[in-house]
């Protein structure tokens, strides 16, 4: 969707409320804590009903805060703004997300990448299996979250680690909740591509034995069935005309001494989604006498994602035409062509184009298991507060890769529409639903892949109160935590041969090797309204041929298989890698007599101990097949780093009321924020197809950054705020890519003769630094000083903008734009609440951003600006029981991506999806 078509959807958000009677979304509000995730109970103590109220209350809290920060509450028990967290974050000022099959994953604050955003759980680290650090959101269920804060100074009492922020996700403690409560929901999710409605229910019980003992526990159940229309690119490859095999004259100007840019691939991929999610969460809260408090509380998760991918993609980087085309140019393989004032190759017409319709089947099987018990204590003036608790999260992965192709006379066309779809035509009588034209040329794939991650971790807090003096408190403490990250693989590889002789089919020889007759498991595929966001010039194709993984099992069972062809392990890609952490702090807060001026003033010790282990192949020795594009490295010696290294980190926040409804805040501090996981590996991944080698390196630093921040809140009305604020971050040492090429020979698994390739070396390592600039506006107006009705309506709005310099991501290379940057975004929020009704209309939108500067070919990743339109509507049928209907994407948005030159090399769209059902409490 166009910027000019997203700003008329924004303002008809706002028109339309004028003709709809309720509103019910809790929208970006400030931390009930002056301090970080600490003292985020003090948030939990409060629990409004509605919208309007919850505003108002945030807006008090956010007043008296000794950070800057803002919170997202529930409205009531059970009932958050967003069925996804992240789409409820992405409402705040400077928070950015990213997107995954149409539901919002991972966060990004202030332009920096989602790793840089520490993510904690009620105070404490989760795990994730993804090898990153950043949260995935789409595994933890909204209903039990009571508030969600962001925090974007930080004090020297919070956890290291958020570079760019730290977000907590609460959940109310049982007794603070001060009353027996059941809250139940019950509804149904509608995805309009897929036509499929799937359930969504939820319990949470909360109960008081006495008020000094309390528990509470729930379960939510989710279901999503989901299709995704996409064109996959994977960038413009450079082409040298002289080795290729056989040489291709790609500008038909009658010789092979040119190296042209080319389209590497293009084509379609349906993505047939299935997820399944259940999450449960349980806590007691054990009160004896008004100076002791035990807590704790559980929370599990599992989340399933099966994936069926049907492609239907012409690979241009592979051509190989009958025998009596491979002459001399211009009667060779290529029939025609054209090129750009710059020399790429943005028409492409071939014979024997590689038409690999593969049908890749995944299933991914997450679990993660948390839990903490903690204490507080009370003595006069000195309180200790305790805490210890341990993550778990655990991936296995199977895929499935039934490799099939067919040699086409396709072509490409990037004139019509170039920085968006691709026109893909086949030719000269190929005909493209014709089974017998494909052949099948093996299997590929994962089976149990592991990823485990776990981390133990503890805490003491001792806090002791001052006075009323300008020194009101003083806090200290200490933690220690060890984090374990190990990947394994668990890789199959099923030759034509051995496929063949399983299916009761003769292999023969061909141009792509040992090859067999793969029509029978070939399906036809028809898709209703594909593409149909999209409205130009470019005509798809929406029926195809794709070749079928259950059609494969029924004919050779996967127990069958696996038998033949055993999983085996890719030991160069295996990796362990533990960091333990030991950190001290001290922390003072102060203020005057008046309390005009607070604040707090601190530092941070931080020791990290870290050991990576893996296994280091030797490159001589890579072997590739043709057929299958796979890539095996048999020899490696086994590797282990260790390394040390500590951090200082002093942070300051001060708070001045310059009247009583005029607050002033400033904020200093160094940060730091460690790679992933999987950066700080030994592991080496080689891809022979696209002669790319990927070492990691266990010696990168963290990024360490300084930053200042200054902000301005105007309170007006009850429960009115216009809020602006300006902050500069000074990244002094991003991790960058370092490059070289070599030449390494490989060997060909079909027939053992050794090839020279020249490979592309990458490995991570510190670079240059950068810095990044921004303003954030934003304003939460209930219009109250309207006449009836219109008193009941309310408007929020907010505006970030941000500077980044660019940063050369690879040593040596130029200074390019930060990926993840948006310069501006914005939201649009009209809302109507009245008792009865409510209902709210959202816009979101950001402006165009990287996602990643090199990429496989060197030609980069740039996402179009994207916006969407979100609605959410409620009815009170009683007090109790309550109707909700809530759409996402109503604007039907897909996200476009291009490369550096402008071309077309990714669009996605997901739909329309819908969610009705009714909510009960008592």
Known sequence: MSHKKGLLAAGASLLALALIPGFGHAQTAAPGAAAPAQDAATVDEVIVTGFRQSLAQAATIKRTASVISDVISAEDIGKFPDQNLADSLQRITGVQITRTNGEGSKISVRGLSPDFTQTLYNGRVLTTPSGGRSFEFSTLASDFVSAVEVYKTPTADQLSGGLAATVNINTAKPLDLGRDRIAMSAEGLYEVKAKKVRPQVAVLVNHLFNDKFAINAGVNYQRRDFRSDTFRGFGFENGVEATRTPKLDYNRDGDFNDTLRFNHEAGTRIILGRTKRVTAIGGFQFEPTDHIEIYGDALYSKYETKLTQPINTLRFTSIICPTAQQGVAPGGCIRDSALDAEGHVIYLDADGVDYRNTNTVSNTYNTLKS???????????????????????????????????????????????????????????????????????????????????????????????????????????????????????????????????????????????????????????????????????????????????DLLFAKAPLSEILKVAPPVRALANEYAVGEKEASAYLRADFSTADDDLTGNVGLRYVHTDQESSGYAPDLTQIRFSLGSSTTTLPSVTPVSIKRKYHDLLPSLNVRYRLREDLVLRAAAAKVMSRPTLSTLSPSTTVNANTSFITINNPMVDPYRAKQLDVSVEYYFGHGGLLSAAVFYKDVQNFVVSTSRTENINVILTETGATVPRSFTISQPDNGAGGKLKGAEVGVQAPLTFLPGPFDDFGVIANFTYISADDVATVQGGPALALPGVSKYSYNLVGYYENGRLSARLAYNFRSKFVNATASTFGDGSYAHSYGQLDFSAGYDLTKSISLTLDGQNLTDSARIDQNVYGYARGYENVGRRFTAGVRAKF
């Open 371 to 549: 839990g903490a018990t903690g204490f507080k204590l009370e003595f006069g003036r000195l309180k200790v507060d305790g805490e210890g608790s341990y993550s778990k999260a655990r991936q296995l992965f199977d895929s499935w890769v039934p490799t099939v192709l067919g040699r086409a006379s396709a072509s490409y066309d990037f004139r019509q529409d170039p920085s968006t779809l691709p026109q893909i035509s086949f030719n000269r009588g190929y005909n493209p639903l014709d089974p017998t034209n494909f052949r099948g040329i093996g299997l590929s794939g994962d089976y149990h892949r592991p990823i485990n991650d776990r981390n133990w971790d503890t805490k003491l807090d001792l806090t002791f109160d001052a006075g009323q003096g300008f020194l009101r408190s003083i806090k200290g403490g200490a933690r220690y935590s060890d984090r374990k990250q190990a990947f394994g693989t668990n890789q199959i590889k099923v030759t034509a041969a051995q496929l063949a002789g399983l299916l009761g089919l003769p292999v023969v020889s061909s141009v792509d090797g040992p090859s067999f007759d793969a029509s029978s498991l070939m399906r036809r595929y028809t898709f209703d309204h594909f593409l149909n966001s999209y409205d130009g010039p470019v005509k798809y194709p929406n029926t195809f041929l794709s070749a079928d993984a």
